[in-house]
């Protein structure tokens, strides 16, 4: 059983930038895909970004693209979302999830393990 942390959440006003972390209980990370997904207040969780399990795919929502970078540190069982250029409609609980198979997907039933989430507030 893989669990997921995330950290970095916070509150910053439009135009401001935001790391958020996510760390693995297990070395096995590295040959997972992993994915960052949020989901605002009274809407469905939808995807934001993923890697597969050797970096050389990534695949970003249109609303993010350009703004936010996913990347990962598989020395430190740890996958980071970069956002910069925060917009407030980017308010919104972030997780980070896991795919045991290494491979790029954006539906949320794709993937086996989810993280408690990441609370990102952004102000205008």
């Known amino acids: 059983q893989v669990q997921l942390v995330e950290s970095g959440g916070g509150s910053v006003q439009a135009g401001g930038s935001l790391r958020l972390s996510c760390a693995a209980s297990?070395?096995?990370?590295?040959?997972?895909?992993m994915g960052w997904f949020r989901q605002a207040l009274g809407k469905e969780r939808e995807f934001v970004a993923t890697r597969n399990w050797n970096g050389i795919s990534t695949y970003y929502a249109d609303s993010v693209k350009g703004r936010f970078t996913i990347s990962r540190d598989d020395v430190k069982n740890t996958v980071y979302l970069q956002m910069n250029n925060l917009k407030p409609e980017d308010t919104a609980v972030y997780y980070c999830?896991?795919?045991?198979?290494?491979?790029?997907?954006?539906?949320?039933?794709?993937?086996?393990?989810w993280g408690q989430g990441t609370q990102v507030t952004v102000s205008s």
């Open positions: 999830a896991a795919r045991r198979s290494g491979y790029i997907a954006i539906q949320t039933s794709s993937y086996d393990y």
């Open positions: 297990e070395r096995t990370f590295s040959n997972y895909a």
